[in-house]
């Protein structure tokens, strides 16, 4: 099955990412595809690669990352939701005036309609959040 | 892209507080670019979403909720409000943005994008719908 996840919260306040995580590993491990992983509202601030949790706890940003580059997956962070809470790759950086940025490697920025088009492509959309 | 789903865009969450309200329209904007088949629904505090008279100049943010007004020239017309929902907080229809379309395959006639629905017809809109949002 074509599965593409939505996760709505950001890491370690919310048990989202972990749970969206844990499903995409479980999901791929099981022989399923993925079509996208969308991050919108506060789900955004698991796409800075600024986040520096202690040494004995999971690293929820590095975790996808990784898992990313083990499965080529694709990790979108919505643009208007990353605007607002600060998370620039270097082109929006320089789009707005701001002198860094801080995505995650593994992560694209891209807008809404990334969203839209996991719901028309995947079998299923799953939402990790409240 | 030729296939056609179904979207319904769950709407559960009071319109400030929390950007849930106002990130959700915003999805609803960009999707409706996409040519499929799209609902709304308004359950629990979302019902508060779309009442009238919202003034949030003492809040400091944006009132957006004449955005929804828009959504029928996006071709959004099936809005689903639930009756427990509204009867919960001691809202009716009046209470209600007055959210139309106009019809043009009835000479453009404006005709209401609100269906006050029960949880049990809400449950079936659900379940007939092939991609749910839920903000």
């Known amino acids: 099955m074509k599965f593409s996840v939505m996760i709505s919260e ?3 306040t919310h048990q989202a990412s972990d749970t969206a995580y844990n499903f995409t590993k479980a999901a791929l491990e099981d022989g399923h595809e993925c079509f996208r992983i969308f991050f919108y509202h506060d789900g955004v601030n698991n796409g800075t690669r600024l986040a ?4 004995d706890d999971r690293n929820i940003v590095n975790r996808w990352s990784a898992l990313a580059k083990e499965h080529k997956l694709d990790l979108v962070l919505c643009v208007a939701a990353a605007q607002r809470r600060g998370i620039a ?3 929006e950086a320089k789009r707005n005036g701001k002198n860094a940025d ?3 490697p593994g992560f694209r920025i891209s807008g809404l309609g990334q969203l839209i088009e996991a719901g028309i492509q995947s079998d299923r959309l799953i939402t990790f959040g409240d | 892209m030729s296939e056609t789903k179904k979207f319904l865009y769950v709407n559960r969450k009071a319109p400030y507080g929390t950007i849930y309200a106002l990130e959700a329209l ?11 088949d799209v609902s709304l629904a308004f359950l629990d505090d979302g019902v508060y979403q779309i009442t009238k008279g919202q003034d949030t100049k003492d809040l400091g943010m944006k009132n957006f909720s004449p955005t929804y007004k828009a959504l029928g020239d996006y071709d959004v ?3 689903y409000v639930e009756q427990e929902s509204l009867d919960a907080r001691g809202l009716t229809l009046d209470d209600l943005l007055p959210l139309t379309w106009e019809d043009e395959d009835d000479d453009w006639a404006e005709k209401d994008s609100i269906k ?4 049990t017809e809400m449950a079936k809109i659900m379940e007939q719908s092939d991609v749910v949002f839920s903000f």
């Open chain 2, 116 to 119: 006050v629905i029960s949880a």
């Open chain 1, 89 to 91: 790759d270097a082109d």
């Open chain 1, 10 to 12: 950001g890491p370690y």
């Open chain 2, 77 to 79: 017309n099936k809005i």
């Open chain 1, 102 to 104: 801080n995505i995650a």
């Open chain 1, 52 to 55: 520096s949790p202690p040494q």
């Open chain 2, 26 to 36: 915003e999805v609803v904007l960009i999707g409706a670019a996409f040519e499929q």
